[in-house]
Each structure stands twice: as structure tokens, then as C-alpha cells.
């Protein structure tokens, strides 16, 4: 089922070319999908584990979803990303072949932020699945950005506020630069004193067809809570969250906010 050697080493790891997080690209190091031998066994392996999966949760994002289309194969002694070349995955038969056993209209959710091409969107929306708007993104430069709400030209989208990858809203807006900072403070029409919620609100207030957020936003919490940093190997997955964190205020005004878009119910 993957790309290994006689002694079970791998021949060829996973990772990602330079992009918004690393100069280097990420060299995860993980050994490839064999998919010509998945393709033989009628992906037998990948229904198994999505059949599992949809047991425990209801909706199942697809990380690094653009790798099921085309995916950075880097050869195993390479020690960064940057020699690495695109080779193409199984595409649309992964999916028909889990339909026939699962059943039409997966709940699956399309994780496609990064190099995005042509023949990954059509994927994606062949197949009727949701894409992903990170609205930290939106707010990192002066001009326009296809990640900010009036660009939003679909409602089959998710919005976040950031995702696991992202600093938390007040960290992100603390340390990125006045201009940037100005931008939010106009286009939300806040003084940011609640800089979290304005991100919240913003994000339950696009036409996407989903809104998530994570607790730390719901928290107000700073840098040092963030769950990842992309391509650093230390001080990352640290965070923990107890309920008692969360109030009675929260929740009334999250209500208040899903109710006012309505999302409630």
C-alpha cells in the first residue's frame, strides 16, 4: 500500500513545496501512497478507514485535500522539500469507488489552501465538496483576496477564522503590521478591543455554507495558545482546553450571533 524498498524503507516521503508557512516546503517524512496497488484492491483500504471514521464523527475534513489529485513526491535522502516533484493521485475514481460502498453525498469537507490548480478545483466541485476560506488570510495585505467575505463566490465553502495551522485571531492581529491591523479595524467597523469576537462575527456573517472557529477565539486567547506552527518540530499539539474555561456569557452570545445569521438550528 506504499512506496517502499525490500528493507521496508521508504523510497519516496510526503511533505509540500515553499508556500505561505516555509521557505523550504514541509518534508513530513512520511512514506507515500502506493496508488497503482490501491487501485487494484478497489481502494479497499480507504473505504475501511473513511467507513471507520464516519462511525465517530460526523464530518471528515480531507487535509492536503490537492494531494489526491496531483501530490509532492520527495525522495527520501533529500533532508528539505525543495527537490521534490508533483506526480498524480487517484483523482475522482477514489471517491466513486467509496461511494458505491458508502453511499452518495459524503460528508467530506475539502481542505484546498496552498498551490491550488484548475484540475484540483474541478475535483473538488465534480464531487460537491466543500472548500475552505481562513479569514486571517483575507486580511494579510493591503488589497483584495478571494479569502475575504464580499469575495466569497460560493456558499459550498467553510469559513474559519483560522484553522490548527493558524495563530489565534487576537495573536494574529497583534503581530501582524498596522496596515494590516487598520484594514480589520475598517472593514469589521471595530476598535478591536474584542478583536476575537469581531473575527467570530465576521465569520458567522459570510454566505458560506459552514462557519468554524476554534476555542481559542471563543477564548480570546494570545500566541501562546496557538496549536501549530507549520514546519517547526518543537512546542506544537500543547494546547489544552477545559470546559470550565468556557461562561454562561459566551454562550448567550454566540447564540445571539448564530441566531442572527441564520445559522441556529
Known amino acids: ?21 516555509s521557505a523550504t516546503g514541509q518534508r513530513w517524512g512520511n512514506p ?9 484492491d478497489g481502494y479497499r483500504w480507504w473505504i475501511w478507514r473513511i467507513r471507520n471514521q464516519l462511525d465517530q464523527v460526523d464530518y471528515i475534513r480531507i487535509d ?16 528539505t522539500a525543495l527537490n521534490g516533484c508533483w506526480k498524480k493521485g487517484p483523482g475522482e475514481a477514489l471517491f466513486r469507488a467509496m461511494e458505491q460502498v458508502l453511499g452518495k453525498d459524503l460528508p467530506i469537507f475539502a481542505e484546498d489552501l496552498g498551490i491550488i490548480t484548475p484540475e484540483v478545483e474541478k475535483l473538488r466541485d465534480t464531487l460537491g465538496f466543500p472548500g475552505m476560506r481562513v479569514l486571517q488570510f483575507g486580511f494579510d495585505g493591503p ?11 460560493t456558499r459550498n465553502c467553510i469559513c474559519y477564522t483560522g484553522t490548527h495551522d493558524n495563530d489565534t485571531s487576537r495573536g494574529w492581529y497583534e503581530h501582524t503590521n498596522e496596515q494590516n491591523r487598520d484594514k480589520i ?25 459552514y ?7 471563543i477564548l480570546d486567547l494570545s500566541s501562546e495558545h496557538r496549536m501549530n506552527t507549520p514546519g517547526t518540530p518543537t ?4 494546547f489544552r482546553f477545559r470546559a470550565g474555561q468556557l461562561n454562561d456569557g459566551m454562550a448567550a452570545g454566540l447564540r445571539k450571533m448564530t441566531e442572527l445569521y441564520g445559522r441556529f438550528g
Request: aromatic letters at 16%; glycine letters at 6%; hydrophobic letters at 40%.
Open 211 to 217: 462557519a468554524i472557529f476554534p476555542v481559542q477565539d
Open 64 to 79: 492536503h485535500f490537492r494531494g489526491l489529485e496531483a501530490y509532492w513526491a520527495i525522495p527520501a535522502e533529500e533532508e
Open 235 to 238: 512546542g506544537n499539539w500543547e
Open 32 to 40: 507515500l501512497y502506493d496508488w497503482d496497488a490501491h487501485a487494484e
Open 1 to 21: 500500500m506504499f512506496c517502499l524498498d525490500a528493507k521496508g524503507h521508504p523510497t519516496e516521503v510526503a511533505g509540500v513545496p515553499p508556500d505561505y508557512f
Open 143 to 153: 488589497g483584495e483576496s478571494t479569502f475575504l467575505p464580499h469575495q466569497l463566490d
Open 185 to 209: 479595524r475598517r472593514y469589521m467597523n471595530t476598535d478591536a478591543s474584542s478583536v476575537s469576537w469581531d473575527f467570530i462575527r465576521t465569520c458567522l456573517g459570510t454566505i458560506a455554507k
